[in-house]
Nanobody
Framework: QVQLVESGGGLVQAGGSLRLSCAAS????????MGWFRQAPGKEREFVAA????????NYADSVKGRFTISGDNDRNTVYLQMNSLKPEDTAVYYC????????????????????WGQGTQVTVSS
């Protein structure tokens, strides 16, 4: 059974930074795709960023390109989302997700493709 546990959320002022962590356990993640999604109140869950453990291919939503960076630590089975220059519109619950397989850059953005999800961590950006 795969378990994902997010941490690192909180309250930050606009322009500030946060780093989210997603600790993965249950199996080796070398052949997994890892994604970050977010959901604001009253809105659908949307894609933020994703990476493939093997090969390191990444993809980002246009709204976060140049501000967010996804990365992974193989030794710790942990995926990170470094968020810089935060804006009030980044306020949401952020979820980590994982699925085994080799995805295209486009497929990585589809939340319905992911099998495992964390419980989410709240990020609030004040103006």
């Amino acid at each position: 059974q795969v378990q994902l546990v997010e941490s690192g959320g909180g309250l930050v002022q606009a322009g500030g930074s946060l780093r989210l962590s997603c600790a993965a356990s249950g199996r080796a993640f070398g052949s997994y795709n890892m994604g970050w999604f977010r959901q604001a109140p009253g809105k659908e869950r949307e894609f933020v960023a994703a990476m493939r453990w093997s090969g390191g291919m990444t993809n980002y939503a246009d709204s976060v390109k140049g501000r967010f960076t996804i990365s992974g630590d193989n030794d710790r089975n942990t995926v990170y989302l470094q968020m810089n220059s935060l804006k009030p519109e980044d306020t949401a619950v952020y979820y980590c997700a994982a699925v085994i397989g080799i995805f295209t850059r486009s497929t990585m953005t589809d939340k319905d493709k992911y099998r495992y999800w964390g419980q989410g961590t709240q990020v609030t950006v004040s103006s």
